[in-house]
Every structure is written in C-alpha cells, then in structure tokens.
C-alpha cells in the first residue's frame, strides 16, 4: 500500500501539514441521515457500495461498513483524519469508501449522506479540488444528488448548502505561539469568514500548535472563488509564521534554543507522557528542525511520530487495547527508542 498522506510532505510543507477538500452530498428523494429511518439508511449503504466499485478508474477502493469494523480500527482511521470523531460512534448504517493510498475517503450516513474527502500533503487546494470534482462527477454520473437549481446542492447543515465545498488547511504554527502572536493572527482569520478549528476538526482541541482553518459559507460562492480566498489568508498566515521565526532566530535565539533542547531531553528520556504533552513537545523539536538548530534528526522521524504516538495507533502497534497508563508508559517507550537510534 502507498504511503498516507499524513506521511508524505507537500509545498510548504514545513507549515501547511495538509489540505482537504470536503464536499457534501445528498440523495435526491430520501431524507438526510439525522432524520432518516433504518431502511432508507440501509438504502443509502448500498447505493455507496455499488459506486466504490465505479470508482476503478481514479484509484483501488475498498467498502467499509463501520458497524463490522473494531472501535481500535475506527479511532485509527478518525487519527489519520480519514472520518469525524462523529463517525466513530453508533455506527450502524454508517460507512466509508476509501482509496488505496488513503487520499480520497467518503463517509457515507454521516451528517449528510455522502461526505466526498480528498486529502493531500502541503498546501495543494487546487490539486485537491480537481481530484475531489473527479471523484464527484463519477458518483454523479449514477445517482440523482439534492439539488436545486437556484441554491444548489441541499444538505444538512445551512452553512453548507450551495457549492457543499468546504476547504481546509492543517498549519504548524509554533512560532507565533512562542512570540504571543498566535491570538491575533487566529482572530483576524474569522475576521476574513474563516473558521478555525483544532486537530480533529468541528469541537476538537488544538495539540502541538497544529490548527485547522477552512471557509465556513459556501451558499453564494463558486468553489474558484472560496479556494482563492483561503489560499490568500493562508498565503498570510504562512508569511506571519515565517516572520515569527525569523524573529526567533535574530532574537530570541538563547532562549528559543533551550526550549526546543529541553523539549528534545524530555522526549528523549522521559518514562511516562500523554498524547497532548508528546504533540507540543514533538512540535517544539519541528520548529528547532525548521530553525536549523537541530541538525541530527529525520524531520520525517518527527512527522511520522507525530502521528504514531495517538492512542489508537499506539494501541494497534502493540496488538491490544490498553489503560491510559499503560499507553503514556509505552508511548515514552517508543518515542525514545525512535529518537536515540
């Protein structure tokens, strides 16, 4: 299998993480999910599972109903962002079409009925939007969406009828949080009819300075439009990013470099740590990477354990569920003997 987009790196990669393009899909004459009743849910199930199998021509694809998937399963695939927390829970009638090398994945009987997702590494909303039209305009091709011809494609939430696109964008943002600016920058963001949101999206908390933004209206603006005006408040943030850290090197730099090499000691011999506290701590030593200030370690090492050390990884890593004490035991463990090789 191809390597995940969480393992790869992208344009701009030292700051842009990710991108995602997420539209969202109705079937035209069934209620949406929240409202509909066991059959109809069941109807949309294998509607999905015949159009995995017409998606042959972008990639391989497998089916997934999630009621037959393990909850340790189901977590790992909420961890490489593949679904919603919400997906997670109370799975019957829910599924997931997924690609091979994990890029597109669509949720199927989540908020909506289709929830088409292409994900790619770096900053790529462009490349990302082309994919996802594709994979659109092969399901549409075999099924009838909601849709009106004045508004647009109906779906559950208000905020997302009209194009259903929503944009987003996974940034690093260490530095303005160490020269106090990070506020500010994140205000102005809703300022512009952004949102932002943490790690794990709508609700989630925000580790390791990583930090969604994405449009938050899509009814009245053509996809062309909303991509553009994100990639310019991105193009800001990024700029602002690159100026903190320019600061810290000019001016900051004694006290910059004992954070990051206490961050790096504490990860290299500590015994017991969580997921939040190993997130901000990993995320320290990126920037100290990004500085030029350590030179003897992997940046994709960092990355890639950014994304091993969550609970449910950690847990399918050791082949068994485990207390949370014994997962911040065995993640100090691992991230040891990851960064004293």
Not at 93 to 113: A, C, F, P, R, T
Not at 176 to 194: E, H, M, T, W
Not at 283 to 309: A, F, N, Q, Y
Request: contains cysteine.
């Amino acid at each position: 299998m191809s390597k995940s987009w969480t393992k790869k790196d992208g344009p701009q990669g030292d700051i842009c993480l990710g991108t995602r393009i997420r539209l969202a899909r109705n079937l035209a004459k069934l209620p949406f999910p929240a409202t509909a009743n066991r059959d109809q849910a069941k109807q949309v199930m294998k509607t999905a599972k015949e159009l995995s199998g017409g998606l042959d021509q972008l990639a391989s694809f497998r089916f997934l109903d999630l009621a037959e998937v393990d909850e340790l399963e189901r977590q790992i695939l909420m961890e490489k962002h593949l679904i919603s927390p919400e997906h997670t829970k109370k799975t019957s009638n829910k599924g997931l079409i997924l690609s091979e090398n994990e890029d597109i994945s669509i949720m199927v009987n989540e908020e909506d009925h289709f929830r088409i997702q292409v994900l790619m590494p770096g900053l790529q909303l462009n490349e990302a939007w082309e994919l996802a039209n594709r994979v659109d305009d092969l399901i549409e091709a075999n099924v009838d969406y909601a849709f009106d011809p004045d508004i647009g494609y109906l779906t559950a939430c208000p905020t997302n009828v009209g194009t259903g696109m929503r944009g987003s964008l996974m940034l690093h943002l260490p530095g303005l949080a160490r020269i106090n600016q990070l506020g500010n920058v994140l205000k102005s963001v809703s300022q512009f009819g952004l949102v932002v949101r943490g790690l794990y999206g709508e609700g989630s908390e925000s580790y390791g300075s990583i930090y969604q933004i994405s449009n938050q209206v899509s009814l009245g603006h053509s996809e062309s439009d909303m991509l553009e005006h994100l990639a310019r408040v991105a193009e800001q943030i990024t700029a602002s990013e690159r100026q903190a850290r320019k600061y810290l090197q000019e001016h900051n730099l004694p006290e910059s470099e004992d954070q990051i090499y206490r961050a790096y000691g504490l990860l290299a011999h500590a015994r017991i740590i969580s997921t939040k506290e190993a997130l901000d701590l990993l995320s320290t030593v990126l920037l100290g990477i990004d500085l030029g200030l350590i030179h003897d370690l992997d940046r994709g090492l960092v990355k890639k354990l950014m994304v091993e050390i969550r609970s449910a990884h950690l847990q399918k890593m050791m082949g068994q569920s485990l207390p949370a004490q014994e997962r911040d035991r065995l993640r100090a463990s691992l991230i040891r003997e990851r960064l004293n090789r």
